[in-house]
């Protein structure tokens, strides 16, 4: 579970969203840490974080030492329910320092988007790179890279197609995985129930290590299988095109794009040219999502009326946007 699902489970508490056996434990725990409920309940956003940043420090240096860490439960007759509450919690508490984003992206939150079965859903980030989530998959991003490596988290499958930046590589991170590249385009699709990763290259090259044991360089039409419990690997040659033929059809997520951006993912889609009658369109921003299966026009409305703008087909076939701009 991540830092944010943890803050989630504070603001449960805090709204009475919690069982008993749960506030028993955030109690016990906020009072071991020197916050007694009321006082988390009275803590604005920036001292909240800063007693979760202590704590998180304290559980990343143990884990870094190696030490186990034993934590003292007080002596009563615990029922099943209690017993298993627990043990959840135990995970979110003690187990954090293993599952919560590390790295130097300099990244003070992230973003979370979780797409649900029989959707798929693409996801443009800040820097240029097009993101294609799969079913089922979770992937958490920053609203922007600020730090010396560009990284994100993903459960599940997705395909990446990133912008190149020499200065900040682009780093995956898939449980203990760490899939490294700079410009190139890619599939990942981890499977935590047979143990599994696959990355799979359709351009560029992409490196792929198990924390720092590094596995293999993959080039396009190149994949490699990797057991995680096993640490067998196997690389092979492939089709990589019929790796991403599910995001074909997927979803559009726009998150503060660009209307040029989005006119270049909408080129690279439909296989069109898209220009821009008045140049101060370009820049203007706008979120939301479009759902799979709509035609190009219907897109180019739904973005158009998003930024007060029009479109028609010239003569040549190709698409011009007209709108006086953002100003």
């Known amino acids: 579970m991540s830092r944010p699902n943890v803050e ?11 069982t008993p056996a749960e506030n028993q434990l955030i109690e016990e725990w906020l ?20 007693l979760l940043d202590r704590v998180f420090d304290k559980l990343e240096a143990g884990a870094d030492e ?17 017993i298993a509450a627990v043990a959840a919690m135990m995970a979110i508490f003690v187990g954090l320092y293993f599952l919560w984003p590390r790295g130097g992206s300099g990244n003070a939150s992230l973003a979370t988007l979780k797409v649900p079965s029989g959707h798929t859903q693409l996801l443009a980030l800040n820097d ?5 989530v799969n079913a089922g998959a979770t992937f958490h991003y920053p609203a922007s890279f600020s730090g010396k490596t560009r990284e994100v988290y993903l459960d599940g499958e997705a395909y990446f ?48 290590a198990d924390g720092s044991k590094l596995l293999a360089y993959l080039t396009p039409d ?3 299988h990797y057991n995680i419990l096993t640490h067998q690997s196997i690389e092979e040659n492939v089709d990589a095109d019929e790796s991403i033929s599910w995001q074909q059809d997927s979803e559009m997520h726009f998150e503060e794009m660009s209307f040029e951006a989005a006119a270049k993912l909408l080129e690279q889609r439909f296989n069109v040219t898209i220009s821009f009658a008045n140049e101060k369109l370009r820049g203007c921003r706008f979120s939301g999502t479009i759902g799979k299966g709509k035609s190009l026009d219907e897109i180019l409305k739904i973005i158009c009326a998003f930024n007060n703008a029009s479109f028609h087909h ?3 076939c190709k698409i011009i946007i007209e709108g006086q701009g953002c100003g």
């Open 222 to 224: 190149r994949a490699l």
């Open 66 to 82: 190696g030490t186990a860490k034993v934590i003292a439960l007080p002596k009563r007759t615990l029922g099943v329910r209690w």
């Open 161 to 208: 197609d990133i912008h190149h930046e020499a200065a900040r590589p682009f780093l995956v991170h898939s449980g203990k995985m760490v899939i490294t590249v700079l410009g190139t385009a890619f599939n990942i699709k981890s499977d935590a129930s047979a143990h599994g990763l696959t990355v799979t290259v359709l351009r560029g090259k992409v490196s792929v």
């Open 8 to 18: 989630d489970l504070l603001d449960r508490y805090i709204a009475g969203g919690t």
């Open 314 to 316: 010239n003569k040549d």
């Open 31 to 50: 009072a071991e840490h020197d916050t007694g409920s009321s006082t988390w309940v009275k803590m604005n956003d920036h001292a909240r974080k800063q």
């Open 128 to 132: 240029g790179s097009k993101i294609w």
